[in-house]
């Protein structure tokens, strides 16, 4: 059983950066894959980025080139440095973990792999 909480959400200005973390009370490394996503009042919560057991990485096209996910076994933290911030990328973010063991990218990048769940931290992008 994993429990996940968010931290580093915040307000800030479009163009600025922004670094999320997500702690884990249980052993994060045995997850098959970790992710971000973010949700909108008005939209379906989607992925932002994704993270496999032993590596490789993914992002949703809106991200790439801006996110960087990270995970720090040793500290069990899930990390997503946000860069050149946009409005769009305003809403709650959620860092998510899936069950124990392996799973290919195509699987770890639909929400159904996740199980846990943390509260979420708002993020808002100001123009």
């Known amino acids: 059983q994993l429990q996940l909480v968010e931290s580093g959400g915040g307000s800030v200005q479009d163009g600025d950066s922004l670094t999320l973390s997500c702690t884990a009370s249980?052993?994060?490394?045995?997850?098959?894959?970790m992710g971000w996503f973010r949700q909108t009042p008005d939209k379906e919560r989607e992925g932002v980025a994704y993270i496999l057991r032993y590596g490789g990485t993914n992002y949703a096209d809106s991200v790439k080139g801006r996110f960087t996910i990270s995970l720090d076994s040793a500290k069990n933290t899930l990390s997503l440095q946000m860069r050149q911030m946009k409005p769009e990328d305003t809403g709650v973010y959620y860092c998510?973990?899936?069950?124990?063991?392996?799973?290919?990218?195509?699987?770890?990048?639909?929400?159904?792999?996740?199980?846990?769940w943390g509260q979420g931290t708002q993020v808002t992008v100001s123009s």
């Open positions: 998510a973990a899936s069950s124990a063991g392996m799973a290919s990218m195509t699987e770890c990048s639909t929400i159904r792999m996740y199980r846990y």
């Open positions: 249980g052993t994060i490394g045995s997850a098959a894959c």
